[in-house]
């Protein structure tokens, strides 16, 4: 059946899962985009700002890390079980728009912020509504595109992840150079204030659209009832499929560790960029800027599209092949950024972002494949719970510990980065062939998605 009901087109494919596309699919797939894209602007501006704040406010390079990690990460750490729950039981497009209103307002606030408590505070308030995106967007994608079509629309979703990445950086520098020319100064009390308060304000304002933007859109019915003996109930069937928790586990931990890597990359690449290089803000946010957006425009469709490729060929496995190979390339390039030139950086920089969007894209399109419907929801959020904890919350942090640790001068963050990144990458990819091991010896890995037949549904 289609999103609004009405029947769909089957037709026969040989060793290939369903690959129903919802009605109206295509405006589905750039929302799936442009909503992590703004989600992740607001999250991550901070990066391009954290210098003109650190001045301004007199804090120090581990305290601005603080700011960048700890904060947001608790929040969101601790609110994205719950939010998980609510996907798996009520409607995702109601609890998707009230996070984006919940973090417009924490990103608004930290542009009013008159002090290093207040900035902290406002950081929880972007985590708390941002805990609501992946699970909401899991779960939705789950219900709304057949096994065959799962990695696509994912790959969609954590493509717009990364162009909140790219937009974080390019936007935010370009922002912040217009508001140092005065271009926001005709604005009342807009005009008065910090430029770098003034970015913060200026790029808050999309993020209270989103509702409108979501009501173009249907909840779709859900492929099999939750379960209505409560949260522990839930919980407690999560934990009674044995292959699939062992799987969900080594997962996370092997997410988490290159979250870590990742968030402490993408933290201090302006740094290493301006301090080593000698890059201005705006230059360097419109480099970064530009690097990462390519990189998610190729690492989202391949991931998508790899992973759906190999669930056609071995199952559930599928998605987890590309997360192992995601996972060598990463490991592969991070020694790149010491090598010395800027140029070997901006590559470096380009794989990596294939490589995590490839990885990530996968490792929840494996939820969305394996998990039963009434646990997509609570999978996902476990991963993102667990990940975001660890990553942000270690990720700005250890490298600056690293780079005060090895008594480095203050432009080395290259070494930095290379001593702190490429141990938790070898962990990683350990525990990515161990899990693509389990999972070849295991009946999971033969059989289609809860609900799916070996055949193509088109509208």
């Not at 029947?7 to 129903?20: E, I, N, Q, Y």
């Not at 501006?45 to 904060?71: K, R, V």
């Amino acid at each position: 059946m289609s999103a609004k009901g009405r029947p769909a087109t089957t037709l026969p494919r040989p060793g290939g899962l369903t690959t129903r596309f919802p009605e109206g699919g295509y405006w589905l797939l750039f929302v799936l985009f442009l909503v992590p894209l703004i989600g992740y602007v607001h999250r991550l501006i901070i990066n391009i700002l954290i210098d003109p704040i650190s001045l301004e406010l007199g804090i120090s390079d581990t305290q601005a890390s603080f700011l960048q990690g700890p904060p947001f990460a608790v929040a969101y750490a601790l609110m994205v079980i719950p939010m998980g729950l609510l996907a798996d039981r009520g409607n995702r497009l109601l609890l998707l728009s009230i996070g984006a209103l919940i973090w417009s307002l924490g990103t608004l606030l930290c542009g009013a912020a008159t002090g290093y408590g207040m900035l902290f505070a406002a950081r929880l308030i972007v985590g708390v509504g941002e805990a609501a995106l992946t699970p909401a967007i899991v779960s939705y994608i789950g219900d709304s595109f057949g096994g065959g079509r799962r990695g696509l629309a994912m790959g969609i979703f954590f493509m717009g992840i990364n162009a909140g990445f790219s937009s974080a950086y390019a936007i935010g520098g370009i922002t912040l150079e217009a508001a140092e020319a005065g271009f926001f100064q005709v604005v009342p009390v807009l005009g008065e204030i910090a430029p770098w308060r003034q970015v913060f304000v200026v790029l808050s304002i999309p993020g209270f659209l989103i509702p409108l933007l979501l009501l173009t859109l249907r909840e779709p019915p859900r492929q099999e009832d939750p379960e209505r003996d409560g949260t522990v109930s839930t919980l407690a069937l999560l934990f009674r499929r044995s292959t699939f928790t062992v799987l969900l586990l080594l997962l996370v931990l092997v997410v988490s560790l290159l979250a870590v890597a990742d968030n402490g990359i993408y933290a201090w690449l302006p740094r290493l960029l301006t301090r080593m290089y000698m890059l201005s803000p705006s230059e360097t946010g419109i480099a970064l800027g530009i690097i990462v957006a390519i990189g998610g425009l190729v690492g989202g469709p391949i991931g998508g599209n790899l992973s759906d490729y190999f669930t056609r060929r071995y199952g559930a496995a599928g998605p987890l092949l590309v997360v192992l190979l995601g996972t060598v390339i990463a490991a592969c390039v991070t020694p790149l950024y010491a090598v010395g030139s800027v140029w070997l950086v901006y590559a470096a920089t380009g794989l990596w972002v294939v490589a995590l969007v490839s990885i990530t894209a996968s490792a929840y399109t494996f939820i969305a494949i394996a998990a039963p419907p009434q646990l997509r929801g609570v999978a996902s959020s476990a991963v993102v719970s667990v990940s975001s904890l660890i990553g942000l919350g270690l990720g700005p942090t250890v490298i600056a510990v690293t780079l005060e640790q090895l008594a480095l001068s203050r432009e080395r963050v290259d070494l930095a980065i290379i001593a702190a990144a490429l141990p938790l990458c070898a962990v990683a990819l350990v525990l990515a062939i161990a899990t693509w091991r389990i999972i070849r010896r295991s009946p999971l890995a033969l059989v289609p998605a809860p609900g799916e037949t070996r055949s193509e549904t088109v509208e």
